[in-house]
């Protein structure tokens, strides 16, 4: 069909663009009837035809969906150079050029210039790889048209970009609202607007034939669903009222883009931050300095504004968005997973929590009826009868595409339906009530209606005629079956006067309990095998489900992974957001979890500074997936699913997460050493620079010659985007912790400048002569200032246990193309230009001696920082 649509738009003689995709009408033109509107659309309750679909899709354009859209070059650059980092950069720049520093100024405005490039095309290009990554997962909208005029209306599924205004779709649970709609028709719907309006909880729509006034809010009136909402519950007819850049969160968005705020995005900002009120305070130091004890004025400013912006990582957005392209990239070759935001891989590499639902993870989510019970306990098929004329009829009058997996085992179990009573009402399932009705015509008694609950044993028995006792005693039985691991549905039935008006959630009262219908669902072959491993990579595992403590707990029990106790989601609302974390942390599996709690229970385990990834497959795990650092879904789940999760999964199946996890961790892990490595030599040259500027009566290295040095740190350090990071790196959750890393790289920073000052000792020794040590000195400190920074980089790249037989790498390349280029440039023909002198031979012997010294501390720096990170 998008081929169909491409000749088309290539063959066909395009009609001039309307300006700016105008909507045909205004979306909820004020007071039209629904028919109207069809009318004011071009439309009818029969639809488009595909011909006039086609012109109006080269007429409006694609249908883009928020997450796909496109973000231009021009925006990305403007965010680039919104980056704190540039901003400084720059204004150190600017600062330069007043004084006419003009070298300076000239040398700092290309570093920003290469790296906003880098950053800009590096980010494009991954975004182009996401986007075709993302092109493997179509999401499609279920449309109603009809070949020609004359035909017979049909209803199709055509990918939601193909979707126009006028276009009437039909809206199931888990499908995305492909475009912005006003509802014909709607069987107890309820949508998911998180997207537009950060609201977690569904929110009930309905048709109406004129719509009055509505409550405040674009995303607010009842009879108008938007592009970038998905149905929770209940089905709708509805009619497209504008698609693609003309909807409301479009609109919306235009403004200014709501960007998550990523675990990795905490970090980095809290070091950033950290490190430019250092870069911000370092040029007055200097200066100050510099005054104080030389007697030097303005003249300093060049030399202070470098060596603040020796301190920039430049190349970390760069090296970021390199090194998780890759990772995607490899994910998706491998293992065909779909990485869907770039920024969750890394976050993915430092998921500490991961929360899980049962059924389909631990489960294979192919349950088998295995009995049914009546109130005693005894086998009774009729309970069996109940359940499945209820399956049935709420599957065929709430408009449900398909059954859900229990209703299917139950219908399969229960063959022969033909005869049974007709059904002429229902209230479909609902993941917060877990209750389904069904409302029957009793065959041979006129004038009474049979009114059939099934659904969670304690929901059902709630609205049971019951003494407390006989209550309890149902509930045991039921926790009986549950400690067998049996999945459970309770039935119940009552009697009623035959009524043509609705029924409602109110009529479930009153009721006769029948009895249980019992279910097995075989465990995934992987799951005790994958929980294992997650546990020994350092993954706490929860199990968040709307099921039975029992079933959840023996499912639990027979993968090899203690259940503890059970928290309900009853005892999680009585317990405050403060309490819950710390309830949450102890506790692994919570049952009978409503979406909201699954939601609530994730937040308040991120509120005690985990990061928590959630693997789940339903609409009721929407509200949960937004709410978690990381979104994981199998590729089977539902649309509205699948476009909200961060990282899609082959097949559900948990090996696969710990697969995911370990390509996190790989990137996640380059991204630290680099920033971990960079940050602590930028930090020991800058310390080393400040205390020669106090006590040389020269500068101890040109503007000049800090920025061309940046430069080939730079360079080098792009390697660690393309890095094998060591299997340590792999064993843990990969997270940067700002205390322990400003520890780490003031920490190492001052080794380094250790190296420096004792770098400056072997030159005062083996260079004399006013002019020539000055020139002799910038050379001196340069080649050792690479040679250093070579060695930091083999050293620290893989931590305590880089040694574990490991090969060369691109690391190790790049920091030998830095040590060449430290000894040999100074002897160039560029040494003289840059102001750098040649050096004595004795300087090379005795540097060689400070190198290996300084090898040897940070040898014993490096073991002593792991251990204690090991057993911190
Ligand atoms: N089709 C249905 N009709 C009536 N009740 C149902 C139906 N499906 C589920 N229930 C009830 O709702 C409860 C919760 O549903 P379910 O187990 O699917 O929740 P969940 O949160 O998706 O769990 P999981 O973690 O296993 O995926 C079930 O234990 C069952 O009692
Ligand atoms: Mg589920």
Same mark, same amino acid.
């Given at each position: 069909m998008a081929e169909r649509a491409a000749a088309f738009r290539a063959a066909a003689p395009v009609p001039p663009r309307p300006p700016a995709h105008e909507p045909l009408a205004p979306p909820d033109a004020a007071g039209l009837t629904a028919l109207q509107l069809l009318r004011a659309h071009g439309s009818g309750p029969r639809g488009l035809t595909e011909d006039e679909a086609a012109r109006r899709l080269a007429r409006y354009g694609e249908n883009a969906l928020p997450a796909r859209r496109r973000v231009t070059r021009r925006r990305r650059l403007l965010r680039s150079l919104r980056d704190p980092f540039t901003t400084v950069l720059l204004c150190l720049g600017v600062l330069s050029a007043v004084v006419a520093a003009w070298g300076t100024a000239t040398v700092i405005l290309s570093l920003v210039l290469v790296s906003c490039v880098l950053r800009v095309s590096g980010e494009h290009r991954a975004d182009r790889s996401v986007a075709l990554l993302r092109a493997l997962l179509p999401t499609t909208a279920t449309v109603v048209r009809r070949a020609e005029d004359a035909a017979e209306s049909r209803t199709r599924e055509v990918p939601v970009g193909e979707v126009v205004p006028g276009d009437v779709v039909r809206l199931g649970p888990g499908d995305l609202v492909p475009a912005d709609v006003r509802l014909l028709r709607a069987t107890g719907l309820s949508v998911h607007q998180q997207a537009l309006t950060g609201e977690s909880a569904p929110v009930p729509k309905h048709a109406v034939q004129e719509p009055g006034e509505s409550p405040p809010g674009p995303f607010a009136p009842p009879h108008l669903c938007f592009q970038g909402s998905s149905v929770a519950y209940g089905s709708a007819t509805a009619l497209v009222t504008a698609t693609g850049a003309a909807t409301r969160f479009a609109a919306a968005h235009r403004a200014g883009d709501r960007r998550r705020f990523t675990a990795f995005d905490r970090s980095v900002h809290g070091i950033s931050w950290t490190l430019i009120r250092f870069m911000l305070l370092t040029p007055p130091l200097v200066l100050v300095a510099g005054a104080a004890l030389h007697g030097r004025g303005l003249e300093t400013l060049p030399f202070a504004v470098a060596v603040a912006v020796g301190l920039t990582p430049e190349m970390l957005p760069v090296v970021v968005t390199t090194a998780l392209a890759r990772g995607a990239a490899r994910l998706a070759r491998e293992h065909r997973v779909i990485v869907t935001r770039l920024p969750a891989l890394h976050d993915l590499g430092s998921v500490d929590v991961l929360c899980l639902d049962k059924t389909g993870t631990l489960t294979q989510d192919r349950p088998v009826v295995t009995g049914a019970l009546d109130a005693e306990g005894r086998d009774d098929p009729e309970v069996l009868r109940w359940a499945a004329a209820n399956a049935w009829w709420t599957l065929h009058l709430a408009d449900l595409p398909v059954p859900d997996a229990l209703d299917e085992a139950v219908l399969e179990a229960a063959q022969e339906m033909a005869d049974g009573p007709e059904g002429v009402a229902a209230l479909p399932f609902d993941p917060v009530r877990r209750l389904s009705t069904a409302v029957l015509r009793t065959p041979g008694r006129l004038g009474r209606d049979t009114l059939v609950v099934k659904g969670a044993v304690e929901q059902v028995l709630d609205r049971c005629v019951l003494d407390a006792e006989e209550r309890a005693r149902l509930l045991d039985l039921a926790a009986a079956e549950a400690a067998a691991g049996s999945r459970l549905l309770a039935v119940a039935v009552a009697e009623r006067p035959a009524r043509h008006g609705e029924w409602s959630h109110a009529d479930e009262r009153g009721l006769t309990f029948r009895g249980l219908v019992t279910f097995g669902d075989a465990l995934a072959p992987t799951a005790a095998d994958a929980l294992a491993e997650l546990a020994g990579r350092g993954v706490g595992v929860k199990i968040l489900t709307g099921d039975h403590p029992g079933t959840a707990a023996q499912v639990c029990r027979a993968l090899g992974l203690d259940p503890g106790r059970v928290l309900t989601a009853d005892e999680a609302d009585r317990l405050t957001d403060a309490e819950l974390g710390p309830a949450a942390r102890r506790t692994a599996v919570f049952a009978r979890c409503g979406p909201e709690h699954k939601a609530r229970i994730v937040t308040a385990l991120r509120a005690t500074g985990h990061t928590v990834g959630f693997l789940g497959d339903g609409v009721n795990d929407l509200p949960a997936l937004h709410a978690a650092d990381v979104g994981l879904c199998p590729r089977e789940s539902v649309d509205a699913v699948r476009e909200c999760a961060d990282v899609v999964l082959a097949e559900k199946d948990l090996a696969a997460v710990d697969r995911a996890i370990t390509a996190g961790r790989h990137s996640g892990g380059n991204i630290g050493?680099?920033?971990?490595? /960079?940050?602590?030599?930028?930090?020991?040259?800058?310390?080393?620079?400040?205390?020669?500027? #106090?006590?040389?009566?020269?500068?101890?290295?040109?503007?000049?010659?800090?920025?061309? %040095?940046?430069?080939?740190?730079?360079?080098? %350090?792009?390697?660690?985007?393309?890095?094998? @990071?060591?299997?340590?790196?792999?064993? $843990?959750?990969? $997270?940067?912790?700002?205390?322990?890393? #400003? $520890?780490?790289?003031?920490?190492?920073?001052?080794?380094?400048?250790?190296?420096?000052?004792?770098?400056?000792?072997?030159?005062?020794?083996? /260079?004399?002569?006013?002019?020539?040590? %000055? !020139?002799?000195?910038?050379?001196?400190?340069?080649?050792?200032?690479?040679? /250093? %920074?070579?060695?930091?980089?083999?050293?620290? *790249?893989?931590? *305590?246990?880089?040694? !574990?037989?490991?090969?060369?790498?691109?690391?190790? $390349?790049?920091?030998?193309?830095?040590?060449?280029?430290?000894?040999?440039?100074?002897?160039? =023909?560029?040494?003289? @230009?840059?102001?750098?002198? /040649?050096?004595? =031979?004795?300087?090379?012997?005795?540097?060689?001696?400070?190198?290996?010294?300084?090898?040897?501390?940070?040898?014993?720096? *490096?073991? *002593?920082?792991?251990?204690?990170?090991?057993?911190?």
């Open positions: 050493t680099y920033l971990r490595i /960079t940050l602590s030599s930028n930090l020991g040259n800058v310390f080393a620079m400040l205390a020669t500027a #106090l006590l040389l009566p020269f500068l101890p290295m040109l503007p000049a010659q800090v920025l061309v %040095q940046n430069l080939c740190f730079d360079a080098a %350090q792009l390697a660690f985007a393309y890095e094998r @990071p060591s299997r340590a790196v792999l064993r $843990r959750p990969t $997270r940067l912790r700002p205390r322990g890393f #400003l $520890r780490f790289i003031t920490g190492f920073g001052l080794i380094n400048a250790a190296a420096d000052v004792a770098t400056f000792g072997v030159l005062a020794l083996t /260079t004399h002569g006013a002019h020539a040590s %000055q !020139e002799a000195f910038h050379a001196g400190w340069f080649t050792e200032n690479l040679l /250093t %920074q070579a060695l930091v980089m083999i050293v620290l *790249r893989g931590g *305590r246990h880089a040694a !574990e037989g490991r090969t060369a790498g691109p690391v190790h $390349r790049a920091a030998l193309g830095l040590a060449v280029i430290g000894v040999l440039l100074p002897l160039s =023909p560029l040494g003289p @230009p840059l102001a750098m002198g /040649t050096l004595p =031979p004795l300087y090379y012997v005795l540097l060689a001696t400070v190198l290996a010294l300084y090898a040897a501390v940070l040898v014993v720096a *490096r073991d *002593r920082y792991g251990r204690a990170a090991d057993a911190g």
